[in-house]
């Protein structure tokens, strides 16, 4: 059974616009949430994260929302950009998985111009 | 740094063929991590080693997978025999520390098994 789940296998998104990707996750005991990026051809890039204690963590054009009662996690780009065309993975991590990260299937996302 | 580097990029065998893949960390990080990637479970996350000792290795699928970390600059997943449902891309990461460090990932082997 997965535990990290993104329903959304692609998304397609006009340059400027909002992107919304969401995450959804089983275990409320998970505490730490990353979101990773990966291009073609190149291994998973860390993009932001955020910690259990907070539920916005804001980074130039991105922004990650954890809503802790919801199990739920979502990164917003803004304003989008055709560079930011890539597959999104979300991670989660908690004090019981030790060292490890659990990713969800990914969503791929499309900037069109 | 040159970042994770993982030889070879692509590999293409026949089913019962025995497959290596290597992974060079990146210097001074204590955990390395192995992944596989496929279309239908995401990035799953097969073994990792902290200071060269397995810690975890619930995420190998069966006994035909096997890795190692004989020093801190290296480590082997060997698959034997391949069979082509092991076919997907393996990734490579290491980390400084435990999960709430960045794992940096190598830019993978993608495996193909006839």
């Known amino acids: 059974d997965q535990q990290v789940k993104q329903n959304s296998p692609s998304l397609s998104v006009q340059e400027g616009r909002i992107s919304i990707l969401n995450c959804d996750y089983t275990?409320?005991?998970?505490?730490?949430f990353l979101w990773y990026k990966k291009y073609p051809a190149e291994g998973p890039t860390f993009l932001i994260s955020i910690s259990s204690i907070k539920d916005k963590n804001e980074d130039g054009r991105f922004t990650v929302f954890l809503n802790k009662s919801a199990k739920h996690l979502s990164l917003h780009i803004v304003p989008s950009q055709p560079g930011d065309s890539a597959v999104y993975f979300c991670?989660?991590?908690?004090?019981?998985?030790?060292?490890?990260?659990?990713f969800g299937q990914g969503t791929e996302l499309s900037v069109k111009p | 740094d040159a970042g994770v580097i993982q030889s070879p990029r692509h590999e293409v065998t026949e089913m019962g063929q025995e497959v290596t893949l290597r992974c060079k960390p990146i210097?001074?990080?204590?955990?390395l991590f192995w992944y596989r990637q496929t279309m239908m479970r995401g990035l799953e996350l097969l073994i990792y080693?902290?200071?060269?000792?397995?810690?975890?290795d619930s995420g190998m699928p069966e006994d035909r997978f096997s890795a190692k970390m004989p020093n801190a600059s290296f480590s082997t997943l060997k698959i034997q025999p391949s069979e082509p449902r092991d076919s997907a891309v393996y990734f490579c990461?290491?980390?400084?520390?435990?999960?709430?460090?960045?794992?940096?990932f190598g830019p993978g082997t993608r495996l193909l098994v006839l």
């Open positions: 275990n409320s005991m998970f505490d730490y």
């Open positions: 991670a989660v991590s908690g004090f019981r998985e030790g060292g490890k990260l659990i």
């Open positions: 210097s001074g990080h204590d955990y």
């Open positions: 080693f902290n200071n060269n000792v397995p810690i975890d």
């Open positions: 990461a290491s980390s400084l520390n435990r999960g709430r460090e960045t794992q940096y």
